[in-house]
């Protein structure tokens, strides 16, 4: 199970994502109208993945998804838009999202989206485990 952070100041979009993937999914789902409030949230709670609208009053999508990478770079984030443009899209993933989604959207692209972005963290978790142990044992695994 994941802690899904969603951010985006219209609340009825909050509103249907957070059902969107309480229907569907065993995460738990954490929200905020206020993107000037995520440091706040994240200091008091870890999340796996940030799914944040693109255009927002006080900080917008790109300066969201620096902050959230800057404070831990293996937070997924995910960028939704109603605006969304060739540019924009390429812009946030060439930043780090995820990935860009583009309003209106279906239910399943959200849900995958998510299973998408939580797959490709937990691989990149493991291998690194898998480098720290590697590098660690390579010198204790000698013959008497």
């Known amino acids: 199970m994941a802690r ?10 909050l509103a249907l ?4 993937i309480r229907a569907r999914t065993e995460h738990e789902v954490l929200q905020t109208n206020n993107p000037l409030e995520v440091s706040e ?3 008091r709670a870890p999340v796996d993945v940030v799914v944040t609208d693109l255009k927002m009053p006080g900080m917008d999508g790109l300066d969201l998804l620096a902050q959230v990478h800057a404070r831990d770079p293996d937070i997924a984030v995910l960028v939704i838009t109603a605006y969304g443009s060739e540019e924009s899209a390429s812009e946030a993933l060439r930043r780090g999202a995820a990935d ?3 309003k209106p959207f279906r239910k399943e692209q959200i849900l995958l989206a998510l299973d998408k972005a ?10 690194r485990e898998l480098r720290r142990q590697v590098e660690g044992g390579s010198g204790g695994n000698k013959d008497p």
């Open 118 to 127: 939580l797959r490709f963290q937990a691989l990149v978790r493991q291998n």
């Open 100 to 102: 860009f989604i583009t």
């Open 17 to 20: 994502l957070r059902t969107v």
């Open 4 to 13: 899904i952070l969603l951010v985006d100041d219209e609340p009825d979009m």
């Open 41 to 43: 949230i994240l200091d």
